[in-house]
T-cell receptor
Framework: EAQVTQNPRYLITVTGKKLTVTCSQN?????MSWYRQDPGLGLRQIYYSMNVEVTDKGDVPEGYKVSRKEKRNFPLILESPSPNQTSLYFCASSPLRDSGNTIYFGEGSWLTVV | KQEVTQIPAALSVPEGENLVLNCSFTDSAIYNLQWFRQDPGKGLTSLLL?????REQTSGRLNASLDKSSGRSTLYIAASQPGDSATYLC?????????FGPGTRLSVLP
């Protein structure tokens, strides 16, 4: 089954403790992206990647890192999480080869930083 | 920079009504426009995709139109049902990235 898988789905952590949210897709997509969603602020892009070893900042990259060493994986790293990073996070992927392609989302990761 | 807006931000209608959601974008150089549905705390599900060369797409009770020159799209929902209650987002494929609107929160009352 074609899917985007995020882990963990739910996490409560403490300020300053490094954490990684993994994202994996099994569709051989070139494009992958991370978003955060907060009440009243909609879906905001953190980072995206057009292919292996190619990453770009989105609208809200501060406090986050990403890497794209393999085509299928795009982990989101919070080196020193702070309470303002408490949010619902989504990973997404797309083939992006032509205008008929959509974007596929994972189920989301609820992150709470205390 | 591409910006996508949606009007209204929220909408509450009685069951059975036909309704229209609006999406606007600032730069017409898009590859496609999509409408998504999101249930609370869940991921996004693609509803309709309109390629830049197309004018509209239909799926069941949903019809989406695209007017690239004016930077607008509408999502028409016919005979609304309580199960249609969700947030609806539009997104454009612009350059090599997707740009999302803030969404319209729809409540269909029984």
């Amino acid at each position: 089954e074609a899917q985007v898988t995020q882990n963990p789905r739910y996490l409560i952590t403490v300020t300053g403790k490094k954490l990684t949210v993994t994202c994996s897709q099994n569709m051989n997509h070139e494009y992958m992206s991370w978003y955060r969603q907060d009440p009243g602020l909609g879906l905001r892009q953190i980072y995206y990647s057009m292919n292996v070893e190619v990453t770009d900042k989105g609208d809200v990259p501060e406090g986050y890192k990403v890497s794209r060493k393999e085509k299928r994986n795009f982990p989101l790293i919070l080196e020193s999480p702070s309470p303002n990073q408490t949010s619902l996070y989504f990973c997404a992927s797309s083939p992006l080869r032509d205008s008929g392609n959509t974007i596929y989302f994972g189920e989301g990761s609820w992150l709470t930083v205390v | 920079k591409q910006e996508v807006t949606q009007i209204p931000a929220a909408l509450s209608v009685p069951e059975g009504e036909n309704l229209v959601l609006n999406c606007s974008f600032t730069d017409s150089a898009i590859y496609n426009l999509q409408w998504f549905r999101q249930d609370p705390g869940k991921g996004l599900t693609s509803l309709l995709l309109i390629q830049s060369s197309q004018r509209e797409q239909t799926s069941g009770r949903l019809n989406a139109s695209l007017d690239k020159s004016s930077g607008r799209s509408t999502l028409y929902i016919a005979a609304s049902q309580p199960g249609d209650s969700a947030t609806y987002l539009c997104a454009v494929l612009y350059g090599q990235n997707f740009v999302f609107g803030p969404g319209t929160r729809l409540s269909v009352l029984p």
